[in-house]
């Protein structure tokens, strides 16, 4: 089973920057699609952004600008780059990888955005 596992969440002033990372195992991770996912209190989980492959990348209308997602397939390490947050960001974020019809989850890392 592939194992996933993010890091980097923290409280973080409005208008600030984190930078989450999250390394999946698996020898395939080149073909993995990696993805960040959000859930806040009340709420579905959302996508927030997802990487198909290097050079090709998804955005939520709601980070598109802020956001960026990266991958090194070397390291087996996705990341994601989180700019100008704000409140409405608040939430537990999750790293997902994906192999064909399969799912593979980490358990969050938590983000919160306050002054």
Not at 66 to 90: C, E, G, W
Not at 95 to 103: I, K, V
């Amino acid at each position: 089973q592939v194992q996933v596992v993010e890091s980097g969440g923290g409280l973080v002033q409005p208008g600030g920057s984190l930078r989450l990372s999250c390394t999946a195992s698996g020898r395939l991770f080149s073909g993995y699609i990696m993805g960040w996912y959000r859930q806040s209190a009340g709420k579905e989980r959302e996508l927030v952004a997802r990487s198909i492959t290097v050079g090709r990348t998804d955005y939520a209308d709601s980070v598109r600008g802020r956001f960026t997602i990266s991958r090194d397939n070397a390291k087996h390490m996705v990341y994601l780059q989180m700019n100008n947050l704000n409140p409405d960001d608040t939430a537990v974020y999750y790293c997902n990888a994906r192999w064909r019809e399969y799912d593979y989850w980490g358990q969050g890392t938590q983000v919160i955005v306050s002054s």
